[in-house]
Nanobody
Framework: QVQLVESGGGSVQTGGSLRLSCAAS?????MAWFRQPPGKEREGVAR???????FYEDYVKGRFTISKDNTQNTLYLQMNSLKPEDSAIYYC?????????????????WGQGTQVTVSS
């Protein structure tokens, strides 16, 4: 069982930055960030594989950066140039298998989420 604890959410103005962290109790071959905007379904943000390969959804590409500290089992999401439409609950997810795609259904473990609010 992998436990995930997110932190770093908060409120910022348009154009601001936030850095989310996700502390994992065990290492995982595939980790990702998802988000759920108010009144909408959960959607993918970015994922990182065991080889360090990354994938971003178009709506965050060039603004967000996913990274992982393997020595600390910690996942990060650096979010720059934030927009009001980035407002959501952000979730960290992990999968023990190396097959890594940004699809919620394949992830085995989820954090409790952290709120990000971007005001105009």
């Amino acid at each position: 069982q992998v436990q995930l604890v997110e932190s770093g959410g908060g409120s910022v103005q348009t154009g601001g930055s936030l850095r989310l962290s996700c502390a994992a109790s065990l290492s995982s071959d595939c980790m990702a960030w998802f988000r759920q905007p108010p009144g909408k379904e959960r959607e993918g943000v970015a994922r990182i594989g065991s080889d360090g390969s990354t994938f971003y959804e178009d709506y965050v590409k060039g603004r967000f950066t996913i990274s992982k500290d393997n020595t600390q089992n910690t996942l990060y999401l650096q979010m720059n140039s934030l927009k009001p439409e980035d407002s959501a609950i952000y979730y960290c997810a992990a999968r023990r298998d190396s097959f890594c795609r940004l699809e919620p259904a394949i992830f085995d473990y989820w954090g409790q989420g952290t709120q990000v609010t971007v005001s105009s």
